[in-house]
């Protein structure tokens, strides 16, 4: 019973983190048709972001705080600098973002060396339930990732902003017809996705150590995950995260790692193939 | 790409017309027609010589390194033929590359064998079925795939792959497969060297002069079709998915030959042989020298290779960075790569099929 509950802990916290790591990623490929090679450099950014308030002494949570607002910032200035000129050609666009990306995994990688840093949770400890123990830091990333998840989706569905950023998703030439500045929208949402990569970064830091592949790592599983729950809308993306977390996390429990690890990006290419709209097809919020 | 695209369609009745011109004008002046179009086979031929003496002039262990620069000259090749002409983005290229190393050590490791004309049609064979199977899936159906799907498909494959040779015992695990014996002909060993880097040029030679035979031909005409609008190809009647896998498979078994000379070259396979990071390199290398030219892709992965062979010594920490720097320029303001400072739009585009000037010029 207790190795059961430690199990789905496990899994489910896992989950959360691919879901917090693609919440970004599926607003920029939904929002604006871009897959964003340099999202896992993002995350990267967003972990060196809170070692280095940490390294200069300052408390931790204030670079977990700092680091959506400076990676989304970098994300506004490199959208409009650079991305911009991609829209048109979507594997043009996948080939420039991982250039972008190789930059800062090797700027980082410089400026870090080949090391493992570690950093502290902030949250230290455990939660104790009768018997069992769970990570106090895990349990908060649940519980941030959730708060994250209600915040975009009323941010999207709720606020005029969200409905402005829809309406230059669906029909970009209507929405620049309505009075709506369609190249800032842009700028908005990339610079959101890009905020939401970097405060993933900053929270899991903690739980896998600050080295120059961290972003790369997740990128790929990233990508999956958001072809499995469907471009095009807000919550597809979520729930393909859900999906590709959970099982990422569940199939080593009953199999060999290596063949779970295969199995899960071969189902889920199968699984596209022959569904292509993905789990929740359709765009809106 | 929007510019190619307008480029190729205006190109390919310029070329139409220009051989009507040097048809018409037979006694007149051909030559002048034919004069502005000849700067492709100089640089083939400069690449050529330049390659034939590279050994005489260099050091034992830059002819080492040259050979290793042929060989991923030849891995470039395939996935130009891919990319660059029929316009399918696979980033999974080391895929073919790599199972077609891992292929060829196992042979050598398990059952001695490394007679060159075993291994070498061995690897291509690997290269060409995992080609057709991955291809396969992702390009043929009854709904045409997405070019998203296929790229992230191919990657998502690669990645595997890299996962399954990290943790397969049979494989090396982490380690990969060390000190393959080195390939053979009779008594004869392939080691390092001269020897082995004239192989290799052989090899390249002729697998380019059969890609530049593909290319010019009517299949490679439907190819340069499918990149620019693949929706026209199918509406004239090919069968765009079909040819999409067909040369798929050909750069698969291309990979798979340049991956087995690989292995012998070095030695040893390890798990990145198979996975992103050889994958995306090879892309590097085409989108430097220039996609849709043949020869772009060998002068890509030379200039590659040996700028950062010449740089790793002193600023190894900051060449990645000046790569994604180069890279990120090329992409946004030289998007047919280096090769377009010499060549010109319509010698890239060049001219397909058989030539009709012979026939008619015949009494």
């Known amino acids: 019973m207790a190795n059961a509950f430690v199990a789905a802990f496990e899994i489910l916290s896992f989950g959360a983190i691919i879901v917090l790591i693609v919440l970004g990623l599926g607003i920029i490929a939904s929002m604006m048709g871009i897959f964003n090679f340099a999202q896992g450099e993002f995350v990267l950014l967003g972990a060196y972001i809170t070692y280095l308030a940490y390294a200069k002494g300052l408390p931790i949570w204030a670079g977990m705080v700092a680091a959506p607002f400076v990676v989304g910032g970098l994300g506004f200035v490199l959208e409009a600098l650079i991305i911009r000129r991609f829209y048109a050609a979507p594997i043009v666009a996948m080939l420039g973002t991982y250039a972008l990306g190789l930059i800062i995994r090797e700027s980082v990688r410089g400026l870090i060396g080949g090391f493992y840093l570690t950093v502290p949770e902030p949250i230290g400890g455990s939660i104790d339930i009768g018997a069992m123990h769970i990570s106090a830091w895990r349990f908060t990333i649940i519980v941030i990732t959730l708060l994250v998840m209600g915040f975009c989706y009323l941010l999207l569905s709720r606020t005029s902003f969200g409905l402005r950023m829809r309406a230059t998703l669906e029909n970009p030439s209507l929405a620049r017809a309505s009075g709506i500045s369609t190249p800032l929208m842009y700028g908005a949402t990339f610079a959101f996705g890009s905020a939401l990569a970097g405060l993933a970064g900053a929270l899991i830091v903690p739980v896998f150590s600050l080295y120059a592949d961290l972003g790369l790592r997740f990128l790929i599983q990233g990508f999956v995950a958001v072809m499995v729950g469907g471009v095009g809308s807000f919550i597809g993306p979520v729930a393909g995260a859900g999906v590709i977390g959970t099982l990422s996390a569940a199939l080593p429990w009953i199999m060999a790692p290596v063949v779970a690890d295969v199995l899960v990006f071969v189902l889920a290419i199968a699984f596209i193939k022959f569904r292509p709209q993905g789990l929740i097809a359709g765009k809106g919020v | ?363």
């Open chain 2, 1 to 363: 790409m929007p510019k190619v695209m307008g480029a190729v369609k205006q190109a390919i009745p310029a070329e139409i017309g220009g051989e009507a011109v040097a048809v018409v004008g037979s006694s007149g002046a051909p030559a002048k027609a034919a004069a502005g179009r000849k700067i492709l086979p100089i640089v083939e031929g400069v690449v050529l010589v330049a390659a034939l003496l590279a050994p005489l002039v260099l050091q034992d262990y830059l002819t080492v390194f040259a050979t290793r620069v042929i060989i991923l000259a030849l891995f470039a090749l395939s996935f130009d033929l891919v990319w660059g002409y029929a316009g399918i983005m696979s980033f999974g290229q080391a895929l073919f590359f790599g199972s077609a190393g891992y292929g060829v050590a196992l042979l050598a490791r398990d059952l001695d064998i490394t007679n060159i004309f075993l291994v070498l049609p061995a690897g291509t064979l690997i290269g060409l079925t995992f080609a057709l199977l991955l291809g396969g899936f992702l390009l043929l159906g009854r709904h045409p795939s997405s070019v998203i799907f296929v790229s992230l498909g191919t990657l998502t494959g690669s990645y595997a792959a890299d996962r399954l040779a990290r943790g397969w015992y049979y494989l090396g695990g982490q380690n990969g497969i060390p000190s393959i014996a080195p390939m053979s002909l009779g008594s004869y060993e392939f080691t390092e060297g001269p020897a082995f880097y004239y192989l290799v040029l052989g090899i390249l030679v002729v697998v380019y002069l059969f890609c530049r035979f593909l290319v010019r031909s009517q299949f490679g005409l439907a190819l340069a079709g499918l990149r620019e609008n693949e929706q026209r190809i199918a509406f004239f009647g090919y069968k765009a998915q079909h040819l999409k896998a067909i040369i798929f498979t050909v750069g698969g078994a291309i990979a798979g030959l340049a991956g087995s000379l690989y292995a012998f070259h070095e030695g040893f396979v390890w798990p990145n042989m198979v996975g992103v990071v050889v994958s995306t390199q090879v892309v590097l290398y085409v989108l430097f020298g220039g996609s849709g030219t043949l020869i772009g892709a060998v002068i890509g992965a030379v200039i590659v290779e040996g700028v950062s062979f010449w740089l790793s010594d002193n600023y190894r920490d900051v060449w990645p960075i000046i790569l994604g720097l180069l890279l990120l320029l090329v992409i946004l303001f030289r998007p047919l790569g280096l090769i377009s400072f010499v060549l010109g739009e319509r010698e890239r585009v060049g001219s397909f099929g058989a030539r009709p000037k012979e026939k008619r010029n015949a009494p």
